[in-house]
């Protein structure tokens, strides 16, 4: 992938080379026989403490499949996911969501925010079922939104309102944090916000990141990029210059 005329800087590589993530001949397949979708056909990667990952990829090509089973939303229909030295298809439903509750931050496009409580509210509702949690306060400062945090869903704009969900999804201290087209209700400059909130969380606090995204010039803020085609990896590319957000051209 060529630089295509971006304006580089550097940004220390905030991940190890200690794996969080040992993903090998991960399958799912819907329907059966003629009705066979195999939205993920085989596909074997290793996910390092404290990295950025992008995933592209046109859709249908397995990006959700693959984070929705990384987060134990789903499960897949053969390989595995190795998370440290948990295997997740080994996992009954309990303990998948004793998984999620304790080690993963979910990020979706649409905020899915309780419009009858205040921004400090909804993030305070994940810290009552958290081990280890953040003050609520705190997970809003993380994000810039601490002098919105009495104030409604319906007193916020889009991306105040996403900002919150990512506050919501880190206050319980995730070592992972997934995003599933966090910007894609978003205009590029609200959306710009958005992810300098995202790469914070991951720099400062070194939570694991994964970002789908259908915008390619996101790919610069990563340490990897992953090409998902056709429900496998078609390609791994490695960012040694990072772009911060506020330098991405959209």
Request: charged residues 25%; neutral net charge; hydrophobic residues 40%.
């Amino acid at each position: 992938m060529q630089n295509q005329g971006f304006r580089v800087k550097q940004i220390a590589m905030s991940r190890s080379q200690k794996k969080i993530f040992a993903i090998r001949e991960l399958t799912k397949i819907y329907g059966s026989g003629e009705t066979e979708v195999r939205a993920l056909d085989g596909v074997d990667v290793d996910i390092f403490e404290g990295e950025m990952l992008v995933l592209l990829g046109p859709s249908g090509s397995g990006k959700s499949t693959f984070l929705n089973i990384v987060g134990g939303i789903d499960q897949a229909s053969s390989g595995h996911v190795k998370f440290r030295q948990l295997n997740l298809a080994d996992l009954g439903q309990r303990q998948l969501t004793r998984y999620r509750r304790e080690n993963v931050g979910f990020v979706f496009q649409f905020y899915n925010l309780i419009p009858s409580l205040s921004a400090l509210e909804n993030v305070a509702l994940v810290t009552e079922v958290a081990k280890n949690p953040m003050k609520p306060m705190d997970a809003l400062e993380m994000v810039s939104l601490t002098d919105r945090a009495h104030h409604f869903p319906a007193e916020l704009s889009g991306g105040e309102q996403q900002r919150v969900a990512i506050a919501r999804a880190i206050a319980k201290r995730p070592d992972v944090l997934l995003c599933d087209e966090p910007t894609g209700a978003l205009d590029s400059a609200t959306g710009i916000i958005v992810l300098s909130a995202i790469s914070r969380i991951n720099e400062e606090l070194g939570t694991t990141t994964a970002i789908i995204t259908h915008n390619a010039s996101i790919r610069r803020i990563a340490n990897r990029v992953v090409y998902f085609h056709d429900g496998r990896i078609a390609e791994i590319v490695e960012n040694a210059d990072r772009l911060r957000p506020e330098d991405v051209s959209w």
